[in-house]
């Protein structure tokens, strides 16, 4: 990584930057320091202003005070144009791609490069590719980026930022959607770009991933700066104390207090083509079965098609001692089973509507209701605000402006309205910050108390460690072991997700 010399300027200063919404102060005096070669991450809770701070460096919004120097230099970002030429690129979550054109078309847009008036296609490729060299990467330059996977969108992301001669590449949680050897080839070429000179600020609500990968951290909370210095002057619970405004109770206790009950949930030798194949295992009342594995090993596949949304070619499911035919997501509600998808705000709520008809949706859908009571609606979700402690300022709001941690509890809430027994969790606390992460596990605890079974699948191993009480590990679309919560590693359930280890958990 390239060092500052002595009395040189940082590549990066945000000095007392203040910013107000109707209602809400966003930002007051936070300051930012970056230089080059230097991985910085940029920590806090939803809602602490990491968004209007970046959206302020991007030239998306515009301070109502505070200076930006770049180099030294005094410079005012008015718009997303002028960060870039001034070398600033941003990957956000929500990525900034047309989905109908090629890697090529996207890389270098609006910069195609042209011969006589028209655009030069075999240079355009040319140069696409060897963007896309410098990160490591061979993603066909022809092909439609919606035909790109999750990872491969992101690369073609940062890509688009090296064609800009970016200096400050800020990442909005880019491992949120990521797993296994897909963070690691994003660490490999954030290092390599760090070491070419370009500073990188990294925000992520995963910081078990963030210590011995970043050099320096900055912590917000409430819009205000909270802390600052080198990661490896302090460790993860400092970091949360930061963050949260207090030490941060970890439940270690996770099983104690909830007993096993019957049997609620078995699959016998589910498969599907191209998908998964022979996929065994079962959930008891009160228990927190956790499907662990790489991306793309099939563990999704498997839990949509338990809830009936994709259809399996041979096998069962068992409910509650009986094999059922589970062939669409209604008739697994009618089953006592609910499903917290990956995607909650696309999937898991319908964004445009408030609380209230989200969390009557699926008991009307299951009981065959076709008229919803507003007022009984409103009665409802007030009750499921004050048991799950949510955030929402007004119950006409739609979901879309709560946070993601709010937003999480609101699904919880639809599926406790429903009545289910069995609840599949996929990724539950992606992109939650880590106080609300701690809210939503323990309202899972709490669930399997009063005899819910949870089968949770997750990218985050250190999740499905604290809060199981078995592990399934899936590779290439096969079930390969099942590993009690209580002695289980990440090592070694990272061996078995890998394809090593012995069958069988052992």
């Known amino acids: 990584m390239p060092e500052a010399t002595a009395g040189s300027a940082p590549l990066l200063e945000m000095r007392r930057v203040s910013k107000r919404f109707p209602g809400v102060q966003a930002l007051q005096d936070v300051g930012l320091t970056l230089h080059a070669g230097e991985i910085l991450a940029l920590l806090g809770e939803n809602g602490a202003g990491k968004s209007t ?67 030069d296609w075999g240079q355009m490729r040319r140069e696409a590719r060897a963007l896309l060299n410098r990160l490591g990467t061979h993603i066909p330059v022809n092909r439609l980026v919606k035909d790109l ?10 890509a688009k930022a090296l064609h800009r001669k970016v200096r400050i590449l800020v990442l909005d949680e880019p491992t949120a959607v990521l797993g296994g050897t897909d963070v690691d080839r994003l660490f490999g070429i954030v290092r390599s770009l760090a070491e070419q000179g370009v500073g990188v ?9 963030i210590f011995g990968f970043v050099k320096s951290y900055t912590v917000l909370k409430d819009g205000r700066h909270a802390g600052s210095g080198d990661i490896q002057d302090i460790d993860h619970d400092g970091l949360v104390a930061l963050m949260v405004g207090r030490e941060l109770a970890r439940d270690t206790t996770a099983a104690e207090g909830r007993s096993l009950g019957e049997e609620l949930l078995r699959v016998e030798g589910i498969s599907r083509k191209g998908s998964f194949r022979d996929v065994s295992f079962s959930v008891r009342a009160g228990e927190i079965v956790g499907i662990a594995g790489l991306r793309g090993a099939g563990r999704t596949e498997v839990v949509n098609a338990i809830f009936g949304a994709q ?34 705000g696309t999937q898991g709520l ?10 009557s949706l699926p008991r009307l859908a299951k009981n065959g209701e076709v ?47 429903a009545g289910v027994s069995i609840l599949i969790l996929d990724e539950p606390t992606r992109g ?24 949770m699948v997750s990218s985050e191993l250190p999740e499905l460690l604290e809060n199981c009480d078995r592990i399934v590990v899936m590779h290439e679309g096969q079930a390969v072991a099942t590993l009690d919560g209580a002695a289980a590693t990440e090592e070694l359930v990272m061996a078995h997700a890998v394809g090593g280890g012995p069958r069988g958990g052992k």
């Not at 600020?201 to 991933?209: G, Q, V």
């Not at 509600?333 to 499903?339: A, C, D, H, V, Y």
């Not at 009571?373 to 007030?382: F, N, Y």
């Open 53 to 119: 701070l970046i959206k302020i460096l991007s030239g998306a919004q515009s301070p109502d005070a505070g200076q930006i120097l770049i180099n030294g230099s005094l410079v005012h970002i008015q718009s997303p144009a002028q960060a870039e030429a001034l070398g600033v690129a941003t990957v956000y979550q929500e990525f900034n791609l047309f989905p109908d054109l090629t890697v090529a078309e996207n890389l270098l847009f609006p910069h195609h490069p042209k011969r006589g008036g028209a655009i």
């Open 149 to 158: 996977s999750v990872a491969e969108r992101q690369m073609v992301e940062i």
């Open 201 to 209: 600020i990294f925000i992520s609500h995963r910081l078990h991933e």
């Open 311 to 344: 259809p399996i070619d041979s096998g069962k499911v068992v409910v509650r001692g009986r094999a059922t035919a589970v062939r669409s997501p209604v008739a697994a509600m009618r089953q006592g089973i609910g499903l917290v998808p990956e995607e909650r």
């Open 350 to 359: 319908v964004p445009s509507l408030s609380a209230p008809p989200n969390i």
């Open 371 to 417: 008229k919803a009571l507003p007022g009984a609606e409103k009665r409802t979700a007030s009750r499921y605000i004050r048991l799950l402690n949510m955030r929402v300022p007004r119950l006409e709001n739609p979901t879309s402006t709560l946070s993601g941690g709010n937003q999480q509890k609101v699904v919880l809430a639809k599926w406790l309205e």
């Open 432 to 455: 939650i910050d880590v106080g609300s992460k701690q809210e939503v596990y323990e309202i899972i605890r709490s669930l399997c108390r009063n005899g819910i079974g949870v089968l």
